[in-house]
């Protein structure tokens, strides 16, 4: 099992920025493809970035390029999204998840292990 827990979502501007982390714990760390999804009310869960086991080959959503960037510390076991020039359209839960599998991954199902969430708010 895999343990996820997201943190550093909150309420901010229309062109601010601010940083998710997602901390795991359980099973190593550098087994799993981490990627970040969100789900706006509404609206189904939708694939926002994901970065491979060694923290290298990031694979964004067309939404958010140029803006969003996702990195990892694999010594903290810990997954970050910095979010910048956010947009009211950004609103939503962010997930963090885990996946064993090889590939892209920007598919909700290939994941196994999901975090609670946290919320981010942007306002107009």
């Known amino acids: 099992q895999v343990q996820l827990v997201e943190s550093g979502g909150g309420l901010v501007q229309a062109g601010g920025s601010l940083r998710l982390s997602c901390a795991a714990s359980g099973r190593t760390f550098t087994n799993y493809c981490m990627g970040w999804f969100r789900q706006a009310p509404g609206k189904v869960r939708e694939f926002v970035a994901r970065?491979?086991?060694?923290?290298?080959?990031?694979y964004y959503a067309d939404s958010v390029k140029g803006r969003f960037t996702i990195s990892r510390d694999n010594a903290k076991n810990t997954v970050y999204l910095q979010m910048n020039s956010l947009k009211p359209e950004d609103t939503a839960v962010y997930y963090c998840?885990?996946?064993?599998?090889?590939?892209?991954?920007?598919?909700?199902?290939?994941?196994?292990?999901w975090g609670q969430g946290t919320q981010v708010t942007v306002s107009s």
């Open positions: 998840a885990a996946t064993a599998r090889l590939g892209i991954n920007k598919y909700d199902y290939e994941y196994d292990y």
């Open positions: 970065i491979n086991r060694s923290g290298g080959n990031p």
